[in-house]
T-cell receptor, first 113, second 113 residues
Framework: NAGVTQTPKFRVLKTGQSMTLLCAQD?????MYWYRQDPGMGLRLIHY???????AKGEVPDGYNVSRLKKQNFLLGLESAAPSQTSVYFC????????????FGPGTRLLVL | GQQLNQSPQSMFIQEGEDVSMNCTSS?????WLWYKQDPGEGPVLLIA?????ELTSNGRLTAQFGITRKDSFLNISASIPSDVGIYFC?????????????FGKGTKLSVKP
C-alpha cells in the first residue's frame, strides 16, 4: 500500500512551457486535492475533486487545470508556466468528507525559469 | 476568509524538554488535525480530533480539541532530535465549501541534542 504518490519529484521548466503533474492513490479515496506550498504562505488549495469525473476550484486556481478521469488519479496541468508558479506541489486524498482527514503525497518541486 | 493563527512560529529547545504549540481561529471547526512535515517531504498526519474537548495521544504526542471548537493544542513530551520539523494544524468545517482544510502557517521545531 503505497498511499499517495506523485510524479515527477522535481522538474525545471522554462516560462511558457507546459507540463502535467500526476498524483495517484491506492486507498480508494473519493476526495483528492492539489495544494501548493510557498515560504511564508503555508499550504494553499489549487483544485480538488470529490469523485471521479468531478473537479472544482480551490483558493488559487488561476493558471492550473485538473482532471480526474480515474478515481485513483488526479492530474494537475500547467498550460503556460510562469515564474510565479515556482513552488512545491502536494497532492492529498481523503475518504470521509465529513471528517476532513487528508493524506499527503511526497511533493513535486517545480522551478520555472 | 477563515484564518488559523498558529503559535509559536518557531521553537528552539533542548533535547528532553516538553513542547507546546497551539492554533486558534475566529471560526468554529468540526475537525482539528495536526501534521508534521520533514524537510523535503509531504505533511504526515499525526493526530486527528473530531469532538470538542477530545484529548488524544499518539506516543509522546498529545493533542486536544478546544471546548469552544475554535482552538487546539499539541504537546510533545521529552523531545528527541527526530522531532525536528514543521508542525501544522488544520481545521475542517463540515458543511463548509468543498471539504477543504484551513491550515496554520506552521511551527518550526528545532531540537538541540
Amino acid at each position: 500500500n503505497a498511499g499517495v504518490t506523485q510524479t515527477p519529484k522535481f522538474r525545471v521548466l522554462k516560462t511558457g512551457q507546459s507540463m502535467t503533474l500526476l498524483c495517484a492513490q491506492d486507498m480508494n479515496h473519493e476526495y483528492m486535492y492539489w495544494y501548493r506550498q510557498d515560504p511564508g504562505m503555508g499550504l494553499r488549495l489549487i483544485h480538488y475533486s470529490v469523485g471521479e469525473g468531478t473537479t472544482a476550484k480551490g483558493e488559487v486556481p488561476d493558471g492550473y487545470n485538473v482532471s480526474r478521469l480515474k478515481k485513483q488519479n488526479f492530474l494537475l496541468g500547467l498550460e503556460s508556466a510562469a515564474p510565479s508558479q515556482t513552488s512545491v506541489y502536494f497532492c492529498a486524498s481523503g475518504q470521509n468528507k465529513g471528517l476532513g482527514t487528508q493524506y499527503f503525497g511526497p511533493g513535486t518541486r517545480l522551478l520555472v525559469l | 476568509g477563515q484564518q488559523l493563527n498558529q503559535s509559536p512560529q518557531s521553537m528552539f529547545i533542548q533535547e528532553g524538554e516538553d513542547v507546546s504549540m497551539n492554533c486558534t481561529s475566529s471560526s468554529i471547526f468540526n475537525t482539528w488535525l495536526w501534521y508534521k512535515q520533514d524537510p523535503g517531504e509531504g505533511p504526515v498526519l499525526l493526530i486527528a480530533l473530531y469532538k470538542a474537548g477530545e484529548l488524544t495521544s499518539n506516543g509522546r504526542l498529545t493533542a486536544q480539541f478546544g471546548i469552544t471548537r475554535k482552538d487546539s493544542f499539541l504537546n510533545i513530551s521529552a523531545s528527541i532530535p527526530s522531532d525536528v520539523g514543521i508542525y501544522f494544524c488544520a481545521g475542517f468545517l463540515h458543511g463548509g465549501s468543498q471539504g477543504n482544510l484551513i491550515f496554520g502557517k506552521g511551527t518550526k521545531l528545532s531540537v538541540k541534542p
